[in-house]
Each structure stands twice: as structure tokens, then as C-alpha cells.
């Protein structure tokens, strides 16, 4: 019979790490989350050798007094929660009380920290769990924590990391999305001495993306924000023009946490459907404000995951957000005849990060005093620039360069100064950008912009020349007329307006007791598609009848598609397997390229486009039409040399 032993505190440590420490990404994410607890709006982040000999994390938060330092690194010891009640109404990002005390039991950890109240703060130093030192030292507000030589106790955990520059990049990639979840904070990054990127804490999650992704990316983002009951969802949804061929520019917060969720994912790609071809996905960063009681991120020691209360209801509200907030922008892809240079593209190639420019340091309030001043003066800029006053941006330009040179106890570092005047011109180019779009307010697909289409003709055979006031539009013959036919039968569809066609002999379908109970519950949904469906036996049904539209579909595949799919996920609306099929019905049936067409086919076409709720993509995610800005051509054509 085994012995039950009684494991030591060690050992129980080293286990305990194993859930919360996996590489040195963990690391990192538990102490920048602690330094965002306690009140840090500036955080740097320094790691060596990926983070496996040397992580540095320092912020300027409200510190920890010195009688509690030793509290800290015991496990369950946190200041987060007191009791189980307080688990319902979490609004701390850390609360499991085990970090600190994980990181310390697999690496050597020094801890600097002091509290306003204190003239001196705290040095305390532990390794492998066990403390070292502890001695009081000069030190400015807030805590720097120092991990070195993660897993130095435990070998066979290290042999498992992977190269240094690869675990540099996980760091790399988690610093970005705690640079998104927190737009209030100023984060820098400094990789072997380099830093990666900094943010200047401005609140403007857009500006943001622009230094991590670059402004190819930041130029294509729609800002989104809606309302539903027990949430709030802010953030950027990505034009279809961005999409991606995976999942990883799909970001989503909860409450401030950087989460992954399958239910989210599936609500936002079913919003960006109708966009978005096969196998892509969009890109977004999308910030969600859910009542603390409806969310439960006590699910696995990560925090990486969450459970929603009432899935179905949260999945349609933000299906149905995302759809219509897209649905209210007109998405023709601009073609730009200008060659792309400088950013990252947003699958991985890194942009130009500014190299030689000063990034912001944690302890200099006169510094971050001065930022929110700037922030206030690009929000004049914002405001004027959108109602034309050009000599009041003028003005605060002035009165910019006014309180800079007057400021004595502001002493900016010429790389500062690069950074504000930078941050003012982009965001003085946003204002007026924003006022220059809302002169041509208008879609070009709608009744009164019909009147000002001039249909040059047909090019190759395949696509359609139109004139429209600056703009050339080029319409793709056989995506419009396969969007038209889709639509129409989509609509019969939707109006439960589908006939039956018998079959003889019916097909026999045998169920599992799975199968049978979705069946039992979804046999509606099979009804207003068009089947008729008999029980015949004990786990055998009987198809006597399949949808008209779709009849010849192989040997009642179609069926066990539909029930599958119902059985796997949320389903609203038409199932997947119904939509593919019509689309593949509507591609085979509309006009192909190469296919000469009259001008009066071509008219009528547009015309029925102009009816469409979604008229810019095929069903596939294909454009309809592209457009190409006058500016452009002649810009081509050296009559504009700017």
C-alpha cells in the first residue's frame, strides 16, 4: 500500500509555480498587473537574454510598506481580496495571492520599494523562497522589482524554454497587450538594451496601435463603441482591408484583462462575416466593461479566461454591435499607387521604432505633469481642426511652443521635444482628415449619388469603369452579380419562404443520443429550411423532403452538417453550412469574367447593387469595387509631385 506523504513548503512552492510560471512571460505579466494595481501610470520593462537571466520591472505606484514586504512573498498574501465574496466583484487584475510567492520559489528575486509617506524605502532580496536580505535604502516612490536566473533550481523546467530571442518575443507580444489593456499607463520596453517601443499614457488607445502596428494599420481602424445591458464595449474595429489569415489580431479585454475567448472570437467574426473572406479573420482591439457579478475570471491560474454569465444573449448583442457598426461605414478599398515604407505590417515585420528618440522614464512626474498638459492642448487641436478653425490650431501651436520654452522646471530631453511636436502634427493630420471626410459625407452607393455616375465601360471583359465626381470605381462584374444572387436567395431564406422537394426513396439517418437531443431541440430550424423529416425506428429518422434550392447535396450530408453545427456552438440566424451552400449556388449562377455585357445589363446590375444592405464584398469576402482617388492618378502621372 503507498505511503500518503506530507509535502514541505518547498516543494508545495515549486508546484505552485508550475501553474502560474510557465516562462518568462509569466513572469513579467504577473508584476507589470501588480504595478498597474497599485496605482502605476508609468511602467518600464527591461528583460536580458529573453527574460531567462535578467527581468526588471519598475513603476512609480504607491510602493509597499516595509512591515509588509515579507507578507508579500507567502503564498495566498495578497491585498486584493479579504474574503470568497469579494471573488463576484474582482476590478484588480492580480488577486490569487500566489505570484510573487511562484516567481520566488523558481528564481532570485530583489524587491526596491517605498511608499509616499516613507523618507527611505525597503531592499529585500529572496531566493528560491528562502530570504537573504533585507535592509532599508534611498529609493524614489514605487517598486522595481529584479528576477534573475529563472528556473535556476529547477533544471528541467528551464530545459523546457525555448531560445532566448524566442522568448524575448512572447515578452515582446504580451508588453503590447498590456500597452493596449491600459492606453492611461506609459510603458516602455527595452529588449538587451534597445527599447522596442514606448507609449506615452495619452488615453488614446488609436495612437497606441499606431506606434505598435504602424500607421498602414492605424490608417484602416474604425472606432467602436456601443451600450448593451450590464456592458460597455469600446475600442478599434479593423476595415476588411487588414484582415488576417489567424486569430492572434483578434485582442480582447475584459475588465481591463487581456483575455482569450472562443465565445468573443465567434461573435466578432460572425459580425465581420458577410466582410471577410474564408480563412480570414479580422483585426481588433476591443475593450469590454462587464458588470464584475456576470464575469467569473477565477477559472484557470493564468487569468488568461473567463466565463461569461448568459452566453447566447452576450454573443448575439455583440454580433449584432459589430455588424451594424460596420454596416454604417461605406467599405470601398481605396487603391493607393504610392509604395508603403517604414511600419510593421501587422503579420510580424517590425517598423522603424524611432531609434535616437528619448522614451519616457517611470519617475519623472514633472514629465508626465507635462504630458497630460499636451494631451489637453491635441484635444483643442482635435476640436478645431474638425470645425475648420485653422487659426485657433495656430494659436495653440503658439501657446505650445510658449509654455515649453517658459517651463523651467520642465527640463525636456531633445528627443522629448521630437515626441510632442511628432504627437501634435499627427494628431493636428487627424483633425483635418476628420474635417476633410465629413465634406464628402455621401456614399457612392446610394440613390443621391446615382445621378453622378458616369459609366465609361467594360475592361477586359470582366470589370466595369465608373466616374463618380474624384474617384474612379472599378467594379469586379462577377462578384456584384454573385452578391445580388445571394441576397435574393438569402432573402427567401430569412422570409421562411423555401420550398420542399420530395425525395424517393427518403434518406434513413441513424443519431446518437447527442444528435438526437440536438434534433429534438432544433427540429424547427429544420422545418422552416425547408426539410421533412420523419422518426422511423428507434435512433432512425426518415428525410422525405429537402430544401428546393439546395436539392442534389450528397446523400444527406447537408443534414449532418446543419446538426452539427447547431450541436458545436451559438448559432443565430442561418446556420454556416446553409450559407456556404448558397453561395456556392450563387457563384455558379452569376455572370463569369470575360463575358461581354451591355451597358444597360450593367446599369441595371448597379442599380440592384444600390439596394443591397452590404452591396462592398461578395458572399466569400471578395470586393465588389475598389475606387482610385483623382489625386492619385495624377500623382502617377507627375502632375502632383507632393
Not at 501657446?399 to 522646471?409: H, P
Not at 449532418?560 to 442561418?574: F, K, R, W
Amino acid at each position: 500500500m503507498a505511503k500518503i506523504n506530507v509535502l514541505d513548503h518547498q516543494t508545495i512552492d515549486k508546484i505552485a509555480a508550475g501553474e502560474v510560471v510557465e516562462r518568462p512571460a509569466s513572469v513579467v505579466k504577473e508584476l507589470v498587473e501588480n504595478a498597474i494595481d497599485a496605482g502605476a501610470d508609468a511602467v518600464t520593462v527591461e528583460i536580458k537574454d529573453g527574460g531567462i537571466s535578467f527581468i526588471r520591472v519598475t513603476d512609480n505606484g504607491g510602493g509597499i510598506e516595509k512591515s509588509q514586504v515579507g507578507n508579500a512573498f507567502l503564498r495566498h498574501a495578497t491585498s486584493k481580496i479579504s474574503s470568497a465574496e469579494d471573488l463576484t466583484r474582482l476590478v484588480s487584475l492580480g488577486f490569487r495571492g500566489e505570484a510573487l510567492a511562484s516567481i520566488a520559489a523558481v528564481s532570485q528575486v530583489e524587491m526596491i520599494t517605498k511608499i509616499p509617506e516613507e523618507l527611505t524605502g525597503i531592499r529585500y532580496v529572496i531566493e528560491g523562497g528562502v530570504e537573504k536580505e533585507k535592509e532599508e535604502v534611498g529609493a524614489p516612490q514605487g517598486t522595481t522589482m529584479i528576477v534573475r536566473n529563472l528556473f535556476y533550481n529547477t533544471l528541467p523546467r528551464k530545459k523546457f524554454l525555448k531560445q532566448p530571442q524566442t522568448e524575448g518575443s512572447y515578452v515582446a507580444d504580451l508588453m503590447e497587450h498590456l500597452a493596449m489593456s491600459n492606453p492611461g499607463v506609459s510603458f516602455k520596453f527595452l529588449l538587451n538594451g534597445q527599447t522596442r517601443f514606448y507609449t506615452t499614457g495619452s488615453n488614446d488607445l488609436r495612437e497606441i496601435v499606431y506606434r505598435i502596428y504602424g500607421k498602414e494599420i492605424s490608417a484602416q481602424l474604425l472606432d467602436f463603441t456601443c451600450s448593451l445591458e450590464g456592458m460597455t464595449v469600446t475600442g478599434l474595429l479593423g476595415k476588411p482591408l487588414i484582415n488576417r489569415s489567424n486569430r492572434s489580431y483578434e485582442i480582447f479585454y475584459v475588465n481591463g484583462r487581456y483575455i482569450r475567448s472562443t465565445l468573443i472570437s465567434k461573435a466578432v467574426e460572425e459580425g465581420y462575416r458577410e466582410y471577410l473572406m474564408q480563412h480570414k479573420f479580422p483585426f481588433c482591439v476591443l475593450h469590454f466593461q462587464v458588470d464584475t457579478e456576470k464575469v467569473d475570471v477565477n477559472v484557470h491560474p493564468s487569468k488568461m479566461e473567463v466565463r461569461i454569465a448568459d452566453g447566447p444573449l452576450f454573443y448575439e448583442e455583440v454580433r449584432e454591435a459589430v455588424h451594424e457598426a460596420l454596416h454604417n461605414v461605406e467599405m470601398i478599398p481605396e487603391v493607393s499607387l504610392a509604395e508603403a515604407k517604414g511600419r510593421k505590417t501587422g503579420d510580424g515585420q517590425r517598423k522603424d521604432k524611432g531609434k535616437g528618440e528619448a522614451a519616457p522614464e517611470p519617475f519623472e512626474r514633472n514629465r508626465i505633469a507635462q504630458n497630460h498638459s499636451i494631451k489637453e492642448q491635441v484635444q483643442a487641436v482635435r476640436e478645431q481642426a474638425q470645425t475648420g478653425k485653422s487659426a485657433a490650431i495656430q494659436a495653440i501651436y503658439q501657446k505650445s511652443r510658449v509654455v515649453q520654452a517658459t517651463d523651467s522646471s520642465y527640463q525636456t530631453t531633445s528627443g522629448e521635444k521630437a515626441i510632442q511636436k511628432q504627437t501634435l502634427r499627427e494628431e493636428s493630420a487627424y483633425g483635418a482628415k476628420a474635417q476633410q471626410m465629413a465634406l464628402f459625407d455621401d456614399r457612392l452607393l446610394s440613390e443621391s449619388a446615382k445621378e453622378q455616375y458616369q459609366m465609361i465601360g467594360q475592361l477586359f471583359e470582366t470589370y466595369w469603369l465608373i466616374s463618380y465626381q474624384d474617384k474612379l470605381l472599378i467594379v469586379d462584374q462577377h462578384a456584384a452579380h454573385e452578391k445580388v444572387k445571394y441576397e435574393r436567395l438569402m432573402k427567401r431564406f430569412r422570409e421562411k419562404a423555401v420550398a420542399s422537394q420530395n425525395i424517393n426513396p427518403p434518406i434513413i439517418v441513424t443519431l446518437n443520443n447527442r444528435e438526437k437531443e440536438c434534433y429534438r431541440n432544433h427540429a424547427g430550424v429544420f422545418a422552416d429550411l425547408g426539410f421533412v423529416i420523419e422518426e422511423f425506428g428507434a435512433d432512425d429518422y426518415a428525410i422525405r423532403g429537402v430544401p428546393m434550392e439546395l436539392y442534389g447535396y450528397t446523400e444527406g450530408q447537408f443534414f449532418y452538417e446543419i446538426l452539427d453545427e447547431l450541436a458545436q456552438e451559438v448559432v443565430t440566424g442561418t446556420p454556416e453550412s446553409i450559407r456556404s451552400r448558397i453561395a456556392t449556388m450563387a457563384c455558379k449562377a452569376a455572370v463569369k469574367g470575360n463575358m461581354r455585357l451591355s451597358r444597360e445589363e450593367m446599369e441595371e446590375l448597379i442599380e440592384e447593387l444600390l439596394t443591397l444592405d452590404n452591396p462592398y464584398h461578395c458572399p466569400h469576402g471578395r470586393p465588389t469595387i475598389i475606387s482610385m482617388s483623382k489625386y492619385e492618378i495624377e500623382k502617377k502621372f507627375k502632375r502632383i509631385v507632393n
